[in-house]
């Protein structure tokens, strides 16, 4: 029973980090006007950042996670002028197929220039594999609980601007009707920066939860995270929100269980599922497509 | 304020005057549309000039245009439907720099129906309800010039009624306003002025009171007879 | 002739034709990336069957393309009706989940795959045949009636559903027809390099081949079959430091072309006028005579 249980937190720390991608995903989908295929490469280069600054400064653990939240603010930021004209152009497949050969210069350049392509470890400071709390045979560890806890907060902070603060007003606008974000005078590219540094810090932020639950990163994880945030995204309805994090945790769970029984590399299957299914049935998401 | 020609409208030349209310009227295609988003800058104008308070703002971005206040009441009036009543009154006031729930009290104050509703999805608004929301979301920007784009389109008879009513009201109020209607009669009536458009470029203008005697005016839009 | 220029020749004729099947189903808005993966399963199975069976290369052969494109209802069936995204995503996971599968069945090698695939006489002859039969099948659909459809639908495929095209059954039609294509491509592959690792039938490869339709020219047959000979041949006379590069160019080469130029280098515009110099060429040959 305990085993039952602390699989089930470790399914939700693993969805909470699914939520986080989905939603810096659907931000960008919504106000930065593009699809986003290489976000994932961006968070998993922010990992690598991570790692770096804890190699540099002895395992210091502000440092690294320092590195890895502002890295990803910053990359995104970065990338906002290449879509900018496709955004402009409102080239949504262009814009996928941009995201595409953005994320395979991402994945050699860590395939090549990082680390010699050699997977990154995580020092074990930052995996806070301590358990914390101990029931019975089961554990859940510092990670967990930190992961956890800090996706909520993230989403607490993030559906506060959305909801409550102008800049989060103009981002919902923009995202339903382009047309009427322009005439009440919202600055168009402006808004859509920040849409892409809040993206970005939301990656920054998942990449550092990402390091503590799996421990380790390489080149190919960009592709393999980017499959399930899209999975995810499709299979709530590709923009919506508050869909996108019930799917996360859907897929957390369907991951966490299934890894118990098979080697990792079936986690893309069940992503690969999900796709299919959601396309077969309902091809705009369980919830629609809406903010 | 004054404006000068615009190329994919032929040689179009309007003035409006702080205060008043000029009344653009013509059928549909005729150009007022494009006129009025050519001003507010989502279009770019090929030739010619847009002056604003002794400004050239030809060039300007429409965040820019807005921000220095002209605002527009769209046709179809894109209100945002999955937002609050509030939520789009408020993205009216985006460029607002003052007190913005004293400037949200008075609105309401303006538009009682409104402050029912405050909480409701628009989207869920009647016609009439909808259009006075998107007049009440350009007020909050407290706009030197209201720009009006067939607000009457779509809605019932004693709505257009009160609209109009509501319109003169706020040009009492010292708000200067440029109404672009294919419902001339009632237009005419409550402005100082008019342009009438015909396929990209201006027919006739002068006072409106003139342009309702008018007989060819009278024939092409008023339906032949004077009532 | 020289190894070199054999690979050369090959895997330019097995690119173009990869090239048309992506070419081919975005004639109706749809970006289909099944073929890669109905490629590995052709690689794999005929070389399966040759190497393990020991059945004789047509055989293997015809058993890979029929296997092939039989898969390439499942995804064809689902898909025909899916917005131009879900397409992509579900084709690309689709190549993702093929690359999974045979590196780790049991049967295939693992990440090591399977090596030591016999050559086979003229298979040059045998891969150009097929270029030019996929060549003159691709050209006659351009400039029948469904050409004309396709480009109706490419426009707004509602509006063309009102005008009597079934998007549905042309979709999935054109997938199974470019599922052919890949399987055949695929065995060809195999049998060209005479080895097959998972490796090769992934996401690097797929860019490789968005790149030359894309910044070929996806409005028409031509520009994949210009610009694949440029974009593969020349990384590989580059000197050896430069040519690792490759995928970084045919990234940035891609991005370039969709943000400046969207419509590749080779566009219907540019078709017509070469049309138009040829034949003003003749007409004034032939005054001269």
């Known amino acids: ?71 990803g ?15 402009k152009r409102q080239a949504q497949l262009g814009s ?33 594999r301590e358990a914390l709390i101990k029931f019975g045979a089961a554990t859940i560890t510092a990670g967990q609980i930190a992961t956890i ?16 603060t102008k800049q989060g007003r103009a981002f919902r606008a923009m995202g339903q009707s382009p047309f009427s974000a322009r005439i009440l005078g919202i600055p168009i590219v402006r808004t ?40 995810v995204a499709m299979f709530a309805g590709v923009g919506n929100l508050g869909g996108g994090l019930v799917a996360a945790l859907i897929l957390g769970l369907a991951e966490g269980m299934v890894l118990a029984y098979l080697p990792g590399d079936w986690s893309q299957a069940i992503a690969f599922g999900m796709i299919m299914i959601i396309v077969m049935i309902k091809p705009r998401g369980l919830f629609g497509t809406m903010v | 304020m004054s404006y000068g020609p615009i190329q994919a409208l032929r040689g ?216 | 002739m020289s190894l070199g220029l054999y690979y050369y020749l090959q895997l330019t004729a097995l690119f173009i034709m990869l090239g048309w099947t992506l070419y081919w189903v975005y004639r109706i808005g749809q970006l289909n990336n099944a073929p890669i993966a109905i490629m590995a399963i052709g690689a794999y199975l005929s ?38 995204f879900s397409m992509v995503i579900a084709t690309i996971a689709l190549i993702f989940i093929m690359q999974t599968l045979f590196r780790n069945l049991p049967w295939f090698g693992g990440a090591i795959g399977l090596f030591r695939i016999p050559k086979i006489k003229n298979l040059l002859w045998i891969t150009y045949g097929f270029l030019i039969f996929f060549g003159i099948l691709i050209y006659r659909f351009d ?20 005008l009597g095209v079934n998007f549905y059954l042309f979709s999935v039609c054109l997938q199974v027809m470019t599922g052919f294509i890949g399987a055949v491509v695929g065995v060809l592959y195999a049998f060209t390099i005479r080895t097959v690792i998972p490796v090769y039938f992934g996401f690097p490869f797929l860019l490789a081949i968005t790149t030359f339709i894309f910044v070929g020219g996806y409005t028409t047959m031509w520009g994949v079959v210009v610009f694949t000979p440029i974009l593969w041949g020349i990384p590989l006379i580059l000197p050896e430091n430069l040519a690792v590069f490759r995928n970084f160019i045919y990234g940035a080469l891609l991005m370039g072309t969709l943000i400046l130029r969207s419509e590749g280098v080779i566009d219907r515009r540019m078709l017509k006028k070469l049309e138009m110099s040829v034949r003003s060429i003749f007409k004034t040959n032939l005054k001269k005579k």
């Not at chain 1, 400064?57 to 939240?69: K, V």
């Not at chain 1, 603010?73 to 955004?87: C, D, G, K, Q, Y």
């Not at chain 2, 179809?76 to 937002?83: A, C, F, N, V, Y």
């Not at chain 2, 009290?105 to 929301?133: I, N």
């Open chain 1, 1 to 71: 029973m305990e085993i039952f249980v602390a699989q089930i937190i470790n399914a939700i720390a693993l969805g909470s980090i699914y939520a986080l991608l989905v939603t810096g995903f659907n931000l960008l989908v919504v106000v930065g006007g593009i699809f986003p295929f290489a976000y994932s490469h961006i968070v998993v280069l922010s990992m690598y950042m991570c790692w770096f600054a804890m190699k540099v400064t002895g395992n210091n653990l502000l440092a690294g996670i320092l590195a890895g939240i502002v890295s």
């Open chain 1, 73 to 87: 603010t910053i990359f995104s930021f970065l990338t906002e002028p290449i879509f900018r004209p496709l955004a």
């Open chain 1, 96 to 128: 996928f197929i941009v995201a595409m050969a953005l994320a395979l210069i991402l994945t050699e350049v860590m395939a090549q220039k990082l680390n010699m392509g050699i997977v990154i470890s995580i020092p074990q400071n930052l995996q806070g």
């Open chain 1, 149 to 164: 806890v800090g996706s909520i907060v993230s989403f607490l902070g993030f559906f506060y601007l959305l909801y409550r």
């Open chain 1, 192 to 231: 859509r920066i920040y849409s892409y540094l809040i993206a970005g810090l939301m990656g920054g932020i998942s990449a550092i939860f990402l390091a503590m639950a799996i421990g380790t990163a390489s080149s190919s994880l960009g592709d393999n995270l980017a499959l399930k945030v899209m999975a």
């Open chain 2, 12 to 227: 179009v030349t309007i003035e409006v005057n702080e205060g008043e209310i000029v009344v653009l009227i013509g059928a549909n295609g005729a150009g007022k549309t494009t006129l009025v988003e050519t001003i507010l800058g989502l279009t770019r104008a090929a030739v010619g000039c847009i002056r604003y308070m002794g400004e050239d703002i030809t060039h300007k971005k429409t965040e820019h245009i807005v921000a220095s206040g002209i605002c527009l009441v769209p046709e179809g009036r894109g209100i945002l439907p999955l937002m609050t009543v509030m939520e789009n009154l408020l993205l009216g006031a985006y460029h607002f720099k003052g007190d913005v729930d004293e400037n949200l009290k008075l609105t309401y104050s303006l538009f009682p129906v409104l402050k029912e509703r405050s909480g409701q999805m628009a989207g869920t608004l009647s016609g009439g309800e909808q259009q006075m929301l998107s007049v009440a979301r350009g007020l909050m920007s407290r706009p030197r010039l209201m720009m009006l784009d067939e607000p009457s389109l779509g809605l019932a008879p004693s709505i257009v009624k009160e609209l109009f009513k509501k319109i003169s009201d706020l040009n009492r109020e010292g708000y200067t306003i440029l109404l672009s209607e294919q419902n001339a009669r009632q237009a005419l009536q409550c402005a100082h002025r008019g342009y009438v458009f015909g396929t990209g470029e201006i027919v006739l203008s002068g006072d409106a009171q003139e342009l309702i005697r008018s007989s060819r005016v009278q024939q092409a839009y008023l339906g032949g007879s004077c009532e």
């Open chain 3, 47 to 84: 070389a399966y069957a040759v190497l393990k069976w020991g059945w004789p290369f047509p055989l293997a052969f015809a058993f890979a393309a029929i296997c092939g494109t039989t898969f390439a209802l499942i995804p064809a069936l689902a898909l025909g009706r899916a917005p131009a």
């Open chain 3, 143 to 162: 400039h029948s009636r469904f050409g004309r459809a396709a480009d109706t639908v490419f426009e707004d495929r509602d509006v063309a559903s009102t």
